[in-house]
């Protein structure tokens, strides 16, 4: 079965490393919650049932507000059918507030994915993110009283001048919430973003490479021993708490996506709607689909799956890659795996292809061995 993705790309303040599409322009909300439920019944029959997942993201999908975030879960359950498995909401901690967590037991959603990224205030302010570090203790507190039962927060590493130590209470303080779920994330200097314009104007400095490895190891080395599974690269889940919709774009799953830059996956073309909202919004109000698509070959396909399977802790399954892409991409691949497997990098059990926990800290490069 697809997944369903659905990006509300409303946010009060842009954070300055941010690089995903999203807009201030809150003032468009409703017109775009319009817009939305018209986009699904102009592509109803992309799906063939009931989206198996749900993920709303952004942006900041927590924005919109009870009202017309249950007039979009109204219409998906209109359009698709309701959606017995996975069904998670991303939100910021300061949108949590009583009134909102009593809108959201009203509304489907079962897992929800919040930002802490730190737990140092002036680190947050670095950020420019609205929230403090005691807000993030507080949401967590109010979505357990609404019967959320599974939340990942996300933390970032490796800030200007940031120390071990620094990261390590971040982490503690990260375990005293009990999430179900954790993703963590070298900070990034994305080209675009005010945090890479600061770069560039010497305003900040990147932390050392070694430094930021440790932090990496730190953080593995932590988390499993609370008993948390490092499943793929950035994330760790308690057992049964894996992220199901985000699983599926490793694993090569079709899903919809719906709004301004959203992604779509046939499996065997891709789709992407316009990342502006001013013409998101005409194309869809004039009753036009504001988006390009491709065709994948065999190769496209192939670095596909090196790109996404094996940032997963199963890595690639041989017998499957085989059977899809045939002995040519198959030889191919364990060719180019022999240097990667005798350096430790890569590791193989006769049944699929992984990275090792060195190859983890070169993930990038191991990929870049492999693809065609």
Same mark, same amino acid.
């Given at each position: ?47 063939? &049932? ?21 007039? %979009? ?13 996975? #069904? ?7 949108? %949590?507030t009583d009134d909102f967590c009593h809108a959201l037991a009203r509304l489907? =959603?079962?897992? %929800? ?14 950020? *420019? ?21 599974? #939340? ?30 954790? +993703? ?7 080209? &675009? ?47 049964? *708490? ?20 959203? *992604?779509?996956?046939? &499996? ?5 709607? %316009? ?39 199963? &890595? #690639? ?36 292809? +992984? ?10 490069? =191991?990929?870049?061995?492999? #693809?065609?």
């Amino acid at each position: 079965m697809a997944g369903l993705y659905i990006h509300i790309p409303f946010c009060e303040s842009r954070c300055i490393y941010c690089g995903f599409y999203s807009t201030t322009r809150t003032g468009l909300r409703r017109r775009y919650a319009d817009a939305l439920c018209r986009e699904m019944e102009m592509r109803r029959g992309e799906m063939p &049932g009931p989206p198996d997942t749900i993920y709303l993201g952004g942006g900041t999908p927590s924005t919109l507000g009870g009202e017309l975030l249950g007039r %979009v879960f109204d219409y998906i359950y209109k359009v698709y059918g309701p959606c017995e498995g996975e #069904i998670t909401l991303e939100c910021n901690p300061d949108d %949590v507030t009583d009134d909102f967590c009593h809108a959201l037991a009203r509304l489907p =959603v079962n897992r %929800v994915s919040m930002g802490a990224q730190t737990f140092s205030d002036a680190r947050l302010r670095f950020l *420019h993110r609205r929230h403090s570090a005691a807000e993030v203790v507080t949401a967590v507190e109010r979505l357990r009283r609404a019967d959320i039962r599974n #939340i990942s927060l996300d933390l970032m590493f490796g800030f200007p001048g940031e120390t071990p130590a620094d990261w390590q209470t971040d982490i503690d303080n990260a375990l005293l919430l009990h999430p179900e779920h954790l +993703s963590a994330y070298s900070l990034m200097y994305e080209e &675009g973003t005010p945090l890479h314009r600061m770069l560039t104007r010497g305003e900040v400095e990147e932390i050392d490479e070694d430094v930021s490895l440790h932090m990496y190891d730190m953080l593995i080395d932590r988390l499993t021993t609370a008993g948390y599974e490092h499943y793929e690269i950035s994330n760790f889940a308690l057992p049964g *708490h894996r992220s199901r919709h985000n699983s599926s774009y490793w694993h090569g799953v079709p899903y919809v996506g719906l709004g301004a830059s959203a *992604h779509s996956y046939s &499996g065997t073309a891709r789709s992407w709607n %316009v990342d502006n909202l001013q013409a998101y919004l005409e194309a869809i109000e004039a009753g036009r689909l504001p988006s390009e698509s491709e065709k994948l070959d065999l190769t496209t396909r192939y670095n596909d799956l090196i790109t996404t399977a094996l940032r997963t802790r199963e &890595g #690639i399954a041989l017998d499957a890659m085989r059977a899809e892409f045939g002995p040519a991409l198959y030889g191919y691949m364990m060719q180019q795996a022999q240097n990667q497997l005798a350096l430790g990098l890569l590791q193989t059990d006769g049944r699929s292809l +992984s990275l090792t926990r060195k190859g983890l800290y070169v993930s990038d490069a =191991v990929m870049v061995e492999l #693809i065609r």
